[in-house]
């Protein structure tokens, strides 16, 4: 099947920097990616849908400054979270549909912890 | 926009036993409906899908059923094993042209005691 890599799967970093986060199609290509982000024991929380050559599109309550998102290639999707502070710690996860169903596939999550 | 609710966010069972998560959805234009499982520390797979063309889809010991005019769908595990305990998540969405963005529900978690 399709598989979704994300890199990094864990990362920390202090206050006020800026991470980088990579979700990559490896066998198939995405013109849509979907950022999420995950609290312990929720559900996973829409961010944003990443549209490949075009600006993402944010839902609502989403800081598109603070997370910004760039979808250069049909293989590569990336969130970047700025000037990051702890209440941005959390679990942040990728999908991609597949390329004939509608099935998606995860990435394998990473996990942020801002110090 | 759409909403899932799902029900219960636990469940607890008895290796052996038959679990059930029920989800309904509001938005009546939605027409696929997935069930992902994941795994602690893991990401989440999908384990079993059905379309609005189909009232109950069955994969071994996994079956989901579908009412449209209700707008509920529900996840049936007969026979649980220790590996079936994860959260699973429903999810429904409108496909269309290819693409579709999927509303997932809060998540169940089902454990299941040896």
């Known amino acids: 099947g399709a598989v979704v890599s994300q890199h990094p799967s864990w990362v920390i970093c202090k206050s006020g920097t800026s991470v980088k986060i990579e979700c990559r199609s490896l066998?198939?290509?995405?013109?849509?990616m979907f950022w999420y982000r995950q609290f312990p024991k929720q559900s996973l929380m829409l961010m944003a849908t990443?549209?490949?050559?075009?600006?993402?599109?944010?839902e609502q309550g989403v800081e598109k400054d603070k997370f910004l998102i760039n979808h250069a290639s049909l293989t590569l999707s990336t969130l970047t979270v700025t000037s990051a502070h702890p209440e941005d710690s959390s679990f942040y996860i990728c999908?991609?549909?597949?390329?004939?169903?509608?099935?998606?596939?995860f990435g394998e999550g990473s996990r942020l912890t801002v110090l | 926009g759409e909403n899932v609710e799902q029900h219960p966010s636990t469940l607890s069972v008895q290796e052996g036993d038959s679990a059930v998560i029920k989800c309904t959805y509001s938005?009546?234009?939605?027409?696929?409906f997935p069930w992902y499982k994941q795994e602690l520390g893991k990401r989440p797979q999908l384990i079993i899908d059905?379309?609005?063309?189909?009232g109950e889809k069955k994969d071994q010991r996994i079956a989901v059923t579908l009412n449209k005019t209700a707008k509920h769908f529900s996840l049936h595990i007969t026979e649980t094993q220790p590996e079936d305990s994860a959260v699973y998540f429903c999810?429904?969405?409108?496909?269309?042209?290819?693409?579709?963005?999927?509303?997932f529900g809060r998540g169940t978690s089902l454990i299941v005691h040896p």
């Open positions: 999908s991609a549909p597949g390329p004939n169903t509608g099935e998606l596939f």
């Open positions: 066998d198939f290509q995405a013109t849509t």
């Open positions: 990443s549209n490949e050559g075009s600006k993402a599109t944010y």
């Open positions: 938005d009546s234009a939605s027409n696929y």
């Open positions: 059905i379309r609005s063309n189909v």
């Open positions: 999810a429904a969405s409108e496909a269309s042209g290819g693409s579709y963005i999927p509303t």
